[in-house]
């Protein structure tokens, strides 16, 4: 991709950015059922969801979350590339290589709109991890759907949050559970890994 494109300021021709999810701008006479319509702080990028309940919605309390949206944490919630349809501002899109601290789309990204800098999304290699305070949530059902199930890396909080919600030292799944987290919960989790460590020790034995 050229600067310009990376950008959003080469808007003429095919781009190959703008055939491939989650950037395909959807044709007129293709269907894309559409439950939500949702935007960027000053407008200009625009975008519908096709699919009513995320896969997962999360609250990230890592520091990079806690720096780049100058808050104590993030709320995200996870979509496949293919439920989001761009239907206004394409171009003006903005993508952030963290890694490299570049304007470049290289995955992982994160994804902006490059007037307003509201954050749209970060780009995973198969997910793409949505913003729901830009989305119309009008019912309360459909807030209860993006009711957050977790919070991540609750070690580097700067606040306590005593709502009951499973507390990740780090990654969700991948790490332990602390403060207040659910006690059934916790005993699940060990369950399950001893478990795993029951299996890796026979296995180790048969070997």
């Not at 913003?131 to 759907?145: C, M, Q, V």
């Not at 306590?160 to 602390?178: A, C, T």
Request: charged share 30%.
């Amino acid at each position: 991709m050229d600067k310009n494109q990376a950008r959003g300021e080469s808007t003429t021709g095919i781009s190959e950015w703008k055939q491939r999810a989650p950037y395909r701008v959807h044709g007129p006479n293709e269907r894309f059922d559409t439950k939500y319509e949702a935007n960027c702080h000053c407008g200009r990028v625009k975008f519908q969801l096709s699919r009513r309940e995320p896969l997962d919605s999360k609250l990230c309390h890592c520091s990079t979350c806690q720096t780049q949206h100058a808050a104590p944490f993030q709320w995200a919630a996870i979509f496949h590339k293919e439920d989001i349809n761009f239907t206004n501002g394409h171009h003006d899109l903005e993508w952030y290589d963290p890694t490299e601290k570049s304007i470049e789309h290289k995955l992982p990204c994160k994804v902006r709109c490059s007037f307003c800098h509201s954050p749209i999304m970060d780009e995973g290699r198969n997910m793409i991890l949505l913003f729901p305070s830009l989305i119309h949530l009008k019912t309360d059902e459909d807030r209860a759907y993006f009711k957050p199930r977790c919070h991540m890396f609750y070690g580097q909080r700067v606040m306590d949050i005593p709502d009951g919600l499973p507390k990740w030292s780090g990654l969700s799944q991948e790490s332990e559970l602390i403060e207040d987290s659910p006690p059934e919960l916790v005993r699940e989790v060990e369950r399950r890994r001893e478990g795993e460590r029951s299996k890796r020790f026979e296995k180790g034995e048969n070997e």
